[in-house]
């Protein structure tokens, strides 16, 4: 079992920044996948980013050149820097964490935005 812990979310206002965090606790192994991704209400759940623990990244288009992920290997922690937030950012987003057919997902955190 692996246990996501998120944090950072809020609310903000448009051309704001926030940072989350998903700490990962457990049977971890050292090959995985972790990654964010969001729900908004009334649409399916999306991937925004994802980063392999070799450091490679995929983003969603929408928000690559404003969102960074990243990932402390040591701490089992990932991390979602978000710049220059649009309202149309807003919705619940989700820690992921895959390793082979395993499949973990955080509680999920609300990100609102202001216009």
């Known amino acids: 079992q692996v246990q996501l812990v998120e944090s950072g979310g809020g609310l903000v206002q448009a051309g704001g920044s926030l940072r989350l965090s998903c700490a990962a606790s457990?049977?971890?192994?050292?090959?995985?996948?972790m990654g964010w991704y969001r729900q908004a209400p009334g649409k399916q759940r999306e991937l925004v980013a994802v980063i392999t623990s070799g450091g490679i990244t995929n983003y969603k288009d929408s928000v690559k050149g404003r969102f960074t992920i990243s990932r402390d290997n040591a701490k089992n922690t990932v991390y979602l820097q978000m710049n220059s937030l649009k309202p149309e950012d807003t919705a619940v987003y989700y820690c992921?964490?895959?390793?082979?057919?395993?499949?973990?997902w955080g509680q999920g955190t609300q990100v609102t935005v202001s216009s």
């Open positions: 992921n964490y895959k390793y082979s057919a395993y499949d973990y």
């Open positions: 457990g049977s971890i192994f050292s090959i995985n996948h």
